[in-house]
DNA sequence: ACTTGGCACTCGCTCGTGGTGAGTGCCAAA
DNA sequence: TTTGGCACTCACCACGAGCGAGTGCCAAGT
């Protein structure tokens, strides 16, 4: 019951520094939410919130401001996550679902999410290790050059010379192509070590070199982590909330540079509820202390393959964030699945 | 004689604000630079610089800032290019040498131009009109939907996915495929749209629709203009220069979104000397009247097959700039050369 | 045991004020 | 044409007063 309304303060708290951005005092506070109590009453709540952590006062006479234990609490109890609106999960499906291939598919997923959310996007190619492989061509660039175009079935594609250390003619080619397809299709990637085994040793002999250099370059590509690579979007955000906090924007800037570094922000283990919430100090990154990073894992089928997300300040929409992130991740899904 | 000082002046103005980032009075000027005459001289010849347009004061009681017009005669009369150092230019072609493929050597690109400029840094892809088409692939990914793979001399593949009204059974597609790979290959891509015209004529009647989907799909993938994405690295830098126009940053991030914003900052004229500066207002987008743009072209084998540049603030360093700008398009010249 | 009104206190913020100094334009002399 | 002198402008800074939002504490009320 005390402690009942004691959250309810937390939660006010949060809402209105949120909105507002500035620190928020126990006078306004019953003005602006019918708490039913007087003001003398919020102080004393506060003043216990303020001890355990969750809040605390940028300087004496002051309002207050949530700490990142605040904003935790805040989006692990206090609040759900925000669905959209018909209207705006109409839009997401149909922006993505004109996409014409997978770095399309991507890089409009970036725009919509930093679009939607105004803030910073994040989205991570989805891996292949997971996914299986659809086809495998091998085209005769020249006598001595094969190229090996890898196609998987999320609709990536990988291509790879191999360079052979003498002439193949154009029907050997063909009866490669045929037993490596009939090895490898449709297998997971990950087991393609083990179907792809016999293929040498079947091979004739006087091909061998060849069929083993194909296996290495195509084991080569298939491990290729096309899932390093991290594109971003909205960057321009980050200088209308930087009006207030000039400073930090650059650090922030500078870290969202490094491909590494946003592969740690997206990198982590999911959360049961499929969105995971970094908050503040939380954050494994140098800079981006007082920023939250909001993501989401998305699948192809049944099978996690990669995340999403984005970078704001701490005083951000968390439910809001949190159900566009939520909605996008399950629409480029199914965009996936589509395909 | 007496417009040679004039024009002493001017550099020394320019020079003095783009290190300093603040109003320079007569004083200071004689300081700073052995001009050999007093301060009151120096103030004559400035009223007379303001009064041809050349520099200006934010208000009345202070220093002398450059305006875009005194920026524009300081870069085409009063400076030359900067040469890098003989150290600066080894480890620009070793940086740059080590890159694997194409998008590797764009992406080292961009943060080398971006690290020595210490500004934001544009590239542009190589334009790649004259490639032909070295393979076709059509595969069924289920009854109703063909994925086209489109395999460039270039090494450049393209991919796309075509609905079919109906189903399509596998002997159809291999018929199809068959008879567009000898309708295409070969053949610039710019000459496609002649020889593929009898594909869709002869073509079986329940496979015309299928057809010419392919055709116009296949056509919309090779006018597809890899030249027409551009990477930008260093929007760090921004923030450094942000500080002291906070209001400035946003939109320059903004514009600096939009592709087409970015090829408009490149795609123009080039300059006889190979590097061509834009300043202030000069820039035709909207949102970058306080920034200058530096581009130079670069080549592959004698032809010219895209620009790379940077973005900065007008109060930059232009020599220096200029310099690193030219020195990079030379080198990635070099290494596309190579490959 | 909470809640509440009252009250004294803190302290960041704003605004006006005056002083300072860099910089200018003009003018008369060299 | 250059130069020193001089009066003037005005951004900038430091200082101080007043304001007011907000707090903590306490004693009284429910």
Redesign the interface.
């Given at each position: 019951m005390l402690e009942d309304r004691r959250l309810a303060v937390l939660r006010a708290i949060v809402e209105d520094y949120v909105s507002t951005h500035e620190p928020v005092g126990s006078k306004a506070l019953v003005e602006r939410h019918s708490l039913g109590v007087s003001p003398a009453t919020i102080r004393n709540d506060m003043a216990a919130l303020e001890d355990e952590g969750y809040i605390a006062q940028p300087h004496t006479s002051a309002g207050r401001v949530p700490t990142d234990l605040g904003y935790r609490h805040f989006v692990d109890r206090l609040s759900g996550v925000k669905p959209l609106s018909a209207a705006e999960r109409r839009a997401i499906h149909e922006f993505l679902g004109s996409a014409?291939?997978?770095d399309d598919v991507m890089i409009r997923t970036v725009r919509l999410l930093a679009q939607i959310t105004r803030q910073v996007a994040l989205v991570q190619y989805p891996s292949l290790t997971e996914s299986t492989v659809?086809?495998i061509?091998l085209?005769s660039?020249s006598p001595t050059r094969v190229?090996m175009?890898l196609?998987a079935n999320t609709?990536r594609?990988e291509?790879r010379?191999i360079e052979c250390s003498g002439p193949v003619d154009e029907s050997a080619l063909a009866d490669l192509r045929a037993r490596l397809l009939s090895a490898v299709v449709g297998h997971p990637s990950a087991r393609v070590d083990d179907t792809v085994a016999g293929f040498t040793d079947s091979s004739p002999p006087e091909l061998r070199p060849l069929a083993s250099a194909i296996v290495a370059t195509l084991l080569d590509a298939m491990t290729e982590r096309i899932d390093e690579r991290v594109i971003l979007?909205?960057?321009?955000h980050?200088?209308?909330y930087?009006?207030a906090f000039?400073l930090a924007?650059?650090p922030v800037?500078?870290a969202l540079?490094e491909q590494v570094v946003l592969l740690r922000l997206l990198g982590e283990e999911t959360m049961s509820t499929g969105v995971t919430v970094r908050i503040g100090h939380e954050n494994p990154v140098e800079g981006l202390e007082s920023t939250s990073v909001i993501t989401a894992r998305y699948s192809r089928g049944n099978k996690t393959v990669a995340s999403l997300g984005v970078v704001g300040p701490t005083h951000m929409d968390y439910p809001g964030t949190m159900g566009a992130v939520h909605a996008v991740a399950q629409y480029v899904s199914r965009i996936l699945d589509e395909?």
């Open positions: 014409v291939d997978l659809r086809h061509e085209i660039l190229m175009v196609i609709g594609v291509q010379v979007g909205g960057t321009a980050l200088a209308r930087g009006e000039p924007i650059q800037l500078e540079e395909q």
